[in-house]
């Protein structure tokens, strides 16, 4: 195996649903490093765990020695994304807000309104492609936290769903939340990409510039390899058998994969997909497969693949290319997957 293969890490888009699972982490680490019985270079470290309903994996290429502490501290960042934005915890952020009576002001932290801010200017440049209070039509088609039973919604039902539905319902204001309507929150489409943030900006306050941060998929990397290269993933089809569709060198930026492949219904011979248009309240019915987007943070980069991932891949590029987003997509095609990028992503492919 060449120093170059060595250096591949795996990123999977099949299975978990509408995000991207990382697979074989933990052989492609090893494979990655390379340093058994190595007594000098830097210090590798690795820290893995659970935290919000999925996995994490970081690996610091250390040339200084790091904190005794830091898995706790590592811990402690993630746990403020987990109680602020779960909307599984009682005592959230979020669910103390998708409580609060219409027109009442809420008082938020700095993180859950870093999110919002977020979330709203994607809002806004996606024309509605992306609406965290989509969820009461996730619900309807039985995609939410309970399964539903493969029906296709009654047009009225749709309707009232909608009406339950709509960022612009939400006021934020110095700190300040509140809504003029009753609509719900869920941030599972940013929250983790923030967190991924948050753990990288804590290794950059702690001098450690060199790693790679993964939370269920979605990722950040800084710095250098062991062998002082770009960090190499492995984007793969979203196919039963994995297949590697295209090798990329990354540092100092943000990444995250949206797909549509295994969370459907089918009724009478027409495929439903788990991921709702929040502007018509129905399932997208375009070829896109899979999207992934870069981005300075993977707070945008996680908020914009689901954005693309509804818009599809026309329209989806458009707005990549008035933005300036490095974006590569997969539609599906007879023969299988064609892959389409944005301008801004094609140094990205000149690498190979």
Same mark, same amino acid.
């Given at each position: 195996?060449?120093?170059?293969?060595?250096?591949?890490?795996?990123?999977?888009?099949?299975?978990?649903?509408?995000?991207?699972?990382?697979?074989?982490?933990?052989?492609?680490?090893?494979?990655?490093?390379?340093?058994?019985?190595?007594?000098?270079?830097?210090?590798?470290?690795?820290? &893995?765990? &659970?935290?919000?309903?999925?996995?994490?994996?970081?690996?610091?290429?250390?040339?200084?020695?790091? @904190?005794?502490?830091?898995?706790?501290?590592?811990?402690?960042?993630? $746990?403020?994304?987990?109680?602020?934005?779960?909307?599984?915890?009682?005592?959230?952020?979020?669910?103390?807000?998708?409580?609060?009576?219409?027109?009442?002001?809420?008082?938020? &932290?700095? $993180?859950?309104?870093?999110?919002?801010?977020?979330?709203?200017?994607?809002?806004?440049?996606?024309?509605?492609?992306?609406?965290?209070?989509?969820? @009461?039509?996730?619900?309807? %088609?039985?995609?939410? @936290?309970?399964?539903?039973?493969?029906?296709?919604?009654?047009?009225?039902?749709?309707?009232?769903?909608?009406?339950?539905?709509?960022?612009?319902?939400?006021?934020?204001?110095?700190?300040?939340?509140?809504?003029?309507?009753?609509?719900?929150?869920?941030?599972?489409?940013?929250?983790?990409?923030?967190?991924?943030?948050?753990?990288?900006?804590?290794?950059?306050?702690?001098?450690?510039?060199?790693?790679?941060?993964?939370?269920?998929?979605?990722?950040?990397?800084?710095?250098?390899?062991?062998?002082?290269?770009?960090?190499?993933?492995?984007?793969?089809?979203?196919?039963?058998?994995?297949?590697?569709?295209?090798?990329?060198?990354?540092?100092?930026?943000?990444?995250?994969?949206?797909?549509?492949?295994?969370?459907?219904?089918?009724?009478?011979?027409?495929?439903? &997909?788990?991921?709702?248009?929040?502007?018509?309240?129905? @399932?997208?019915?375009?070829?896109?497969?899979?999207?992934?987007?870069?981005?300075?943070?993977?707070?945008?980069?996680?908020? %914009?693949?689901?954005?693309?991932?509804?818009?599809?891949?026309?329209?989806?590029?458009?707005?990549?290319?008035?933005?300036?987003?490095?974006?590569?997509?997969?539609?599906?095609?007879?023969?299988?997957?064609?892959?389409?990028?944005?301008?801004?992503?094609?140094?990205?492919?000149?690498?190979?």
């Amino acid at each position: 195996m060449t120093s170059v293969d060595k250096s591949i890490l795996a990123l999977t888009l099949t299975g978990l649903g509408q995000r991207a699972s990382f697979l074989l982490y933990a052989l492609a680490l090893f494979c990655l490093l390379g340093l058994t019985g190595c007594d000098s270079g830097p210090e590798i470290i690795k820290i &893995s765990g &659970s935290k919000m309903g999925t996995t994490y994996h970081i690996t610091v290429v250390a040339d200084q020695p790091a @904190p005794d502490d830091l898995a706790e501290r590592i811990d402690a960042a993630l $746990d403020v994304v987990d109680l602020s934005m779960s909307t599984y915890k009682a005592e959230s952020e979020i669910s103390k807000f998708n409580a609060l009576p219409i027109d009442t002001s809420q008082q938020i &932290s700095t $993180d859950f309104a870093h999110v919002l801010k977020v979330s709203e200017t994607v809002w806004r440049q996606s024309n509605g492609a992306f609406d965290p209070t989509v969820g @009461p039509l996730v619900d309807l %088609w039985g995609f939410g @936290p309970v399964p539903g039973d493969d029906v296709v919604p009654a047009d009225d039902q749709i309707d009232r769903a909608l009406a339950s539905t709509g960022f612009q319902h939400m006021q934020l204001s110095e700190g300040q939340i509140s809504k003029t309507s009753p609509v719900r929150l869920d941030l599972s489409a940013v929250a983790k990409g923030y967190a991924v943030d948050l753990v990288a900006d804590l290794l950059e306050m702690l001098a450690l510039p060199d790693y790679l941060v993964e939370v269920g998929g979605e990722m950040r990397l800084g710095g250098s390899n062991t062998q002082g290269k770009p960090w190499r993933i492995a984007v793969e089809q979203p196919s039963v058998i994995p297949q590697v569709q295209r090798i990329i060198e990354l540092g100092d930026v943000a990444m995250a994969t949206s797909g549509d492949y295994r969370n459907y219904f089918k009724v009478d011979g027409v495929r439903y &997909s788990h991921t709702i248009d929040p502007r018509t309240g129905r @399932p997208i019915t375009h070829s896109l497969a899979s999207v992934t987007v870069l981005a300075p943070t993977c707070a945008e980069a996680d908020a %914009w693949a689901t954005a693309l991932s509804v818009l599809g891949a026309e329209q989806g590029l458009a707005v990549a290319e008035q933005l300036n987003l490095p974006v590569y997509m997969l539609v599906n095609v007879e023969s299988g997957f064609k892959a389409v990028s944005s301008s801004a992503f094609d140094p990205y492919l000149n690498d190979q």
